[in-house]
């Protein structure tokens, strides 16, 4: 049976969460967060135990979200290279999705926030090693490219994802508005973009055969 206390703590991790793309690590204070949820920030530390311990429970909820739809049933069907398709599709849904969150992560990673340090440590190498893991299925298949399995996951994380991260950061810093625009959004943020990129570097990692226009 739920406690009676679940819905407060379900409130300030959603405001946590709908806060930190704006705030980040730095900025986003108990007090701030409290108000949003609507109760006092005592209730924070009496859930949490802290900011630290909040800011943990709020990245970890989101993470457990994009872990549990990387297993679903659907993911682990067809051949090695189909179910490579369908993880990195997840994946790269999920941080479309989520893209404003995932670029604060970069940002906040790269200024040494410890709470994001020690996340992302934790949480990086299951799915990581999920994908390297498929990765390895599909070289042995035949399905892909004999490459070194780091190389392969970099290209693909560089050529699915990167991009959504680069456009993310390009509109919210405002850079060359004037000659990017609307074109971030539409030739790159969204679905229909990212089922482009993920085809296109499957096909560049294909055995020659299995390319568009190659040798049948």
């Known amino acids: 049976m739920a406690r009676p206390s679940q819905a407060i703590d379900q409130a300030l991790l959603a405001s946590g969460l709908l806060l930190y793309p704006q705030c980040g690590c730095a900025g986003l204070s108990l007090r701030k967060v409290a108000e949003h ?48 398709r369908a993880a990195l599709l997840t994946l790269g849904r999920f941080l479309l999705q989520h893209r404003d969150i995932a670029a604060r992560l970069a940002l906040d990673m790269a200024q040494g926030e410890p709470v994001v340090r020690s996340f992302l440590q934790t949480n990086a190498p299951r799915h990581i090693g999920l994908l390297l893991g498929l990765m390895a ?73 299995d390319r568009p226009g190659g040798p049948s």
């Not at 949820?37 to 457990?64: D, I, N, S």
């Not at 299925?137 to 994380?157: D, H, N, S, T, W």
């Open 137 to 209: 299925e599909a070289r042995a298949a035949g399905e892909l490219l004999p490459l070194a399995p780091v190389q392969i996951f970099v290209f693909l994380m560089g050529a699915i994802n990167a991009p959504t991260l680069v456009a993310t950061g390009l509109q919210r810093e405002d850079v060359a508005a004037s000659l990017l625009g609307d074109r971030l959004s539409e030739q790159v943020l969204t679905d229909e973009a990212l089922c482009q990129r993920l085809d296109l570097a499957l096909a560049a990692l294909s055995p020659r055969h």
């Open 37 to 84: 949820a609507g109760t006092q920030p005592a209730m924070v530390h009496y859930h949490f135990g802290g900011k630290p311990a909040f800011l943990r429970a709020v990245l970890q909820q989101l993470y457990e979200r994009l872990f549990s739809e990387l297993n679903l049933p659907g993911n682990r069907q067809g051949g090695p290279r189909d179910r490579l």
